[in-house]
Every structure is written in structure tokens, then in C-alpha cells.
């Protein structure tokens, strides 16, 4: 199949005009803006004869009325907040022009569509609400609890606003399904640095994630002696240093790791901190590496208790690796090297996806296009033109290698 | 002279009454409950035939009608809020009790009592308001600019409330004095560790203190490799390090440096932080160990910089240790061998006090008891009643010595 690369681009242009923000998009869940290229969206997908419907929890899925091999393939159509235009929007106008393309080329099954809602998890429950309701993974009580985590009330609330109080929570027909795939910015700037086009994501890292508490004593930091002070601050410092020297030493080649949260409470300079605490976050695809580097975190955690001050682990998140289907891998590399000749690269995928969470249910692909530097969840977020089309046609022809049994 | 030590007693109890909060006080400058406190001194001044006055800023001063020789004594009033009973009103029971003990003696000459607005530094625009106006280094500028740090408004407005307005602030007339002596609980351990009664200070340390700024680059904790990371915390973390690292090497055997404000930018488990900030803090009295400690931390602010991110340092604070009178330590240690023989230390004090702004001004003398647990800025402070009436003897003897000629 070949996409209509002009049709695309107009495609994604339009959507950027809906709740733009500067260069970017400001599109949060639920918001009236959101809900504007929900309806759009439905509406493309009944005008090639899909069935559309936007679902109880703002999925929007297109079904194409056909018996033969249907492929499922989209996004989600949020933004984060005041970021870029691309994300998230790219896969769900690629999973269009391929369910286009199949309709025009007249093969028998077709492409049916989605677009997630909540992937970049604006409301608490889930860290992927919409794909997660559709594996059928989210109760009614993760509903009725889940909020806006920027103030903007409840889930429930904000989808009778939007119009979907009481719709029923469509669930995946695995049956039904030969395939998923998602197309994605990279997010990250492995592509463009090799002056790569199209990435083939190998699988998705799994998130393990910790809360590391330091219990000192606050005192008064000009009458305590260094000698005996407990300094929660300090036992916190060593303990970070302490990571930053050992992970290397056992990481794999693709591993990364960030403390990204610190506090120190008081927080007064003349108050030797008497409770500190830190997140500890660390990705990789491959369990053993992620068993080991947790192995040694809870050791040097350990290390750390040692010490003056009491220290103590928590564990936030341990998310499952998602690998990507073989067969598909090596679809989307044909398609690669017939557009993209020796511009492609296998790589796993360092951020989430709702891939990841269709991966276990049904054999799935994900791709990447370039971010250009390497930026995302910002407004500047952006991929060339060029690379957008290049990747359309190496998404829709893999597609189409998929749906007429030669991929 | 010997103190009465039931009636300092009765009075510091009686000051524990205003403001209670649990077994402390809550009376923060220019609070309804400070400007009880201040009027029962203001009146007990007068009782014994001192003309008293509170000035402009709060001060509270009771001069004694003689043109002997005089000493001055005193501390605060004010608490830190919800703090303790004792840190500032010791010292000024005992000035009290020195000026009646100097009346009831019938010597010539007597003690001017002196309790100083804001040594808690409640208000912006100077560390030690009070005795700063009473040495006469704060203009009528940061009076109008200095406001409440915890949003009680601006200090001219809440000195209006108190009836203040328009009150002359009183200088202090050098030439009227032999001695200032003030008395204040420890705040540290290191009496009580040693089974002591006693502190006669040598100097109160210099504070210096600076922020230290840190500039990555801003990114996602799943795509961004960790080669190409421009971290700010780790690189906060890494000069934190270095600090603790090579501080105890160069250091004085009673400096202490603190890090009690650290902030990492934008503070989420999968960004990597932008920006980070520390405040770092080191106290000692010897300029050349302050002067040491300060080319190291600039010497390892260069090294941080060498790295990734970009690294800038501000200077703060950079304050002058001051030292007591030689002459009066003597005259502490005299009184401290008659009534606490071989329980008594010289030893510097680590934190701030209004005699390090009048010390160079006048022969200045401080003098410390014991703080059970070290406790201080917090409402279990204490010191034992047996404690404080050891103090309260040893402070009114130095005083008469100093009065009669033969400290």
C-alpha cells in the first residue's frame, strides 16, 4: 500500500490548529479541545465507512465493516500539557491514512482505528487509562476514583461534560486482530544523531521506580557538632553518589537511570535536615538487568542504613518490558528497506507506549519517526516534514505487507 | 552580688504563661502576646525605679537613674514561633535580676536592661533588627521596606498596630558603659555532654553562606542516553560530594558547614532536572578557617563547572566573627570558679546573638547554660531549674565584679 503523504501532513496540520500553543498544542484529556479532535477523528472514519464511536472513557475506535484481515493500529490524540503537535497525534493520523490506503487500494479486511485516550496520564488510576480500559485492565471503581492530577476535578465529572456519562468501555476482540501497530516520535535523539529515518522498536522498557526515605535529626547548624549530627541531607547525598558509581558498573548497553525528585525538609539553610527523600527511577527491556540493578539499589540502600540516619525503600513502580512481535519487527523492516534504504535502526523504545499494553493481548509493532533534537513533552517538539511522509510510507506499507499476507 | 534565684525563676515562668504553646511559647516579634511580654519588662523596670521605654522598633530599655558605673545586660524577648521557653528570655530575667540585685545592693552606678526586638529575625531587612537600630546601622529605608517572613505584613504597619508608630529608635550611648553582658541557653550538646554548667564565649562565629546554581539541559528520563545527559541534580549532587569530601580536611576543629536547602527543577521521577540550587553554609571564628573553607568551595565550584552542566555561585551572607572582651571572659570565669567550680568551659558559640553587634561597640561578655538534649527552635527545649539558677548566680556576680571594680 502507499500512502498519500500530501494527505497526511494536511491531516496533522489541521489538528495542530486545534488548541495550538505557540508551535505546539495545549490538548489535555477531556479538555474541550480534546474532545473537538476526538469528534474529528470519528467523524474522518465514518466518512470511509468505518463504524466510529467514542467510548466511555473517550477511546476513540473505528471499526471497518469487513470479515477478512483486519490490522488495529493508532495512538492516542491528547497532548501533554502546552507540548508538541506530534506526539501522540502522528500515530493516530499514520493509523488513518493506513485504513484510507486500504480502503482505496480495495483489499478485502482493512485497518480498524484508535485513538487511546489518556496516554500521558492527566488523571490518576492508570498509567495508561484509555489503552488499559480497552485491554480491560480498569475497573469501575479505578473510574470512579481516578482525578485530574492538574486540578481539573474529577474523571467521572469531566466525561459527562464531554458528553460520555454512561457509554459503555469497548474491550479488544484479540480475535478479531492480526496485528497491532503504533507509530510514534522517537522522543529521544538516537535517529537523527546516525542520520536515521525509521526505528523498529525491538520493545518497550519496563519502569522500575523507588521512594527512598532519610530519617535524621533536625538541629541547629551552627551549635551541632559535625561529630554527632544525623544529617538526612547528607545521608541522601551519599547514597545518590553511591548509585551514580555503581550503576555503571552493571548496567546494559540501552539502561538508564534519574533521580528526578529530591527534598530536603526543613529546606532552611540554617537547619541541618532531619528528613530527606529521593525517587529513584530506572528503565531497561531486559528483566535480568533490571533485577540486577535493583539487587544492587537495595544493597546500597542497605550501605546507606548503616550510616547516622535511618533509611528506608518503597517500592512506586515495577512495570513489565513489553517486546515487540518478531514477525512484525521484521515486516516493518522490509517496509524500511524499501523506502528507507540502510536509514533504519532496531531499537528498543525508552519511553511508554499503549503498545505496551496491547503487546500482551495481540502480536504487536511499534516505529519511530526522528525527534529533531531530540525533544518532546515541549512545545518546540518537532519531526521535518520530509520525515514525516518517509515515515507514513514505511507505517501504511507494512500495514499493507500485514493485511495481504506477505508481511 | 548574689541573685535571687527563686524570683528569676518566677519571672521566666510567669513569661512561659504568655504565649504558651504545649510545654514552650509562641510570641513572635510585634505579636499580641510579644507586646504582653514586653510591657510586664517595661513595668518591672519601673518598679525598681529605671526609666523604661519601648523605642521605635520594640526595643525595650530600662535605664537606671545614676551616674555610676553601668553595665548593660539583656538578650530578646521574642520566640521563634512555637519554640521555646528560655532561648532570649534567660537572658533578659537575668539582666532584670542583675539590676535589682545592683539596686537592692546599693552600689553606685547599677545595670540598664535591654530586650531586643526581632533577634528571631520574624521581619526582613537585617539579621538582628533591634540591637542593629540600637547600634544605629538600620536607616529608615529597610525600616520601611522590612516585612514579616511568615505574611504578617509589613513591620511598619504591625508596629503601628502595637502603638509604636512615630516612637524615636534608641542609640546606644557607648560612653555610659563598662560591659554588656548577655546570657542565653547553649542550643548545643556541648555542655551537657561533659557534665558542665557553664559556657563563657570566646567569639561568635561568622556565618558565610552562598547559593549555588546549576544549569543542564531539561529532558525525558526514558529516551535521553545517559552519555549525552546534562544533568543538573547529579551535577548538584557531585559538588555536594566534593564539599563533604574535602571540608574535614581543611577545616578548624569547631567549624560546621551545612547544606539545608537543596532544589531540584522541575522535580518529576522522569525528567531529568534542568536546573538544580543549593544553598551551602560554613561557620567559624577564625577568618583565616573561613577564608580556607571559602577558596576550597570556590576551587570546587571551577571543578563542577569543568562538567556538564554550567555551575554559578553567589555569595549570600559573609559576616564577621566577633570577639568577646578578654577582660570580661575573666571575669565570667571568676564568678563561674566561685559558684560552679570545674564546671565551666570556654568555648565559641555557634550560632548568631545581639552581642556580636554590640562586641564592637563596647566590651561585650556572653555567657551560656546548659540545653538539655541540645534542643533549641522547638517548643521541648529546656534547660533544669537548677541549671538556670546556677546561671542566673554566676551572671549577677560577673556583673557585680565588673560593677564594683574588681572584674
Do not use: C, N, Y
Given at each position: 500500500m502507499i500512502a498519500n503523504t500530501q494527505r497526511v501532513l494536511t491531516d496533522l496540520h489541521y489538528l495542530r490548529s486545534i488548541g495550538a500553543y505557540k508551535t505546539g498544542v495545549h490538548r489535555?484529556?477531556?479538555?474541550?479541545?480534546?474532545?473537538?479532535?476526538?469528534?474529528?477523528?470519528?467523524?474522518?472514519?465514518?466518512?470511509i465507512g468505518h463504524t466510529s464511536t467514542i467510548d466511555g472513557i473517550a477511546n476513540v475506535y473505528g471499526r471497518v465493516p469487513s470479515d477478512g484481515p483486519i490490522v488495529l493500529a493508532g495512538s492516542h490524540i491528547e497532548s501533554q500539557n502546552h507540548a508538541g503537535w506530534l506526539d501522540g497525534a502522528l500515530g493516530v493520523v499514520y493509523a488513518l491514512e493506513a485504513a484510507r490506503v486500504a480502503k482505496e487500494t480495495g483489499l478485502s479486511g482493512g485497518v480498524d482505528v484508535i485513538a487511546f485516550?489518556?496516554?500521558?496520564?492527566?488523571?490518576?488510576g492508570a498509567s495508561f487509562?484509555?489503552?488499559?480500559?480497552?485491554?480491560?485492565?480498569?475497573?469501575?471503581?479505578?473510574m470512579d476514583g481516578s482525578v485530574c492530577r492538574s486540578g481539573r476535578g474529577r474523571l467521572r465529572d469531566l466525561l459527562a461534560d464531554a458528553g460520555l456519562a454512561g457509554r459503555e468501555r469497548l474491550k479488544i476482540e484479540t480475535d478479531r486482530y492480526k496485528a497491532f501497530f503504533e507509530a510514534h516520535i522517537e522522543q529521544g535523539q538516537t535517529l537523527e544523531t546516525e542520520d536515521l529515518k525509521i526505528g523498529v522498536v525491538t520493545s518497550i522498557v519496563a519502569i522500575w521506580q523507588y521512594r527512598i526515605t532519610f530519617k535524621g535529626i533536625q538541629n541547629h547548624a551552627g551549635t551541632t557538632k559535625m561529630a554527632i549530627r544525623r544529617d538526612a541531607g547528607k545521608a541522601l547525598m551519599g547514597l545518590w553518589h553511591r548509585i551514580e558509581e555503581e550503576f555503571p558498573n552493571i548496567c546494559g548497553p540501552h539502561s538508564v537511570w534519574t533521580v528526578g525528585h529530591v527534598s530536603i525538609s526543613p529546606g532552611q539553610p540554617s537547619i541541618i535536615p532531619g528528613c530527606a527523600e529521593m525517587i529513584v527511577q530506572f528503565r531497561d527491556a531486559e528483566p535480568a538487568t533490571l533485577d540486577r540493578l535493583k539487587a544492587k539499589l537495595y544493597e546500597l540502600v542497605r550501605e546507606a542504613d548503616d550510616g547516622p540516619c535511618a533509611v528506608t525503600i518503597e517500592v512506586m513502580g515495577e512495570s513489565t518490558p513489553a517486546h515487540m512481535s518478531k514477525a512484525l519487527q521484521s515486516t516493518l523492516i522490509d517496509a524500511a528497506r524499501t523506502h528507507a534504504p540502510d536509514k533504519w535502526l532496531v531499537m528498543p523504545s525508552g519511553a511508554g507506549h499503549d503498545a505496551q499494553v496491547i503487546a500482551p493481548l495481540i502480536p504487536s509493532a511499534m516505529m519511530f519517526v526522528p525527534s529533531i533534537g531530540g525533544i518532546s513533552h515541549h512545545w518546540t517538539e518537532n519531526t521535518s516534514d520530509k520525515d514525516i511522509a518517509l515515515g507514513a510510507q514505511v507505517f501504511v506499507d507494512a500495514i499493507g505487507r500485514v493485511l495481504s499476507g506477505s508481511g
Open positions: 489535555p484529556t477531556l479538555s474541550a479541545d480534546d474532545m473537538i479532535a476526538r469528534k474529528w477523528l470519528a467523524d474522518q472514519l465514518r466518512a485516550a489518556d496516554e500521558e496520564s492527566h488523571f490518576s487509562l484509555g489503552s488499559e480500559s480497552f485491554a480491560g485492565d480498569v475497573s469501575e471503581e479505578v
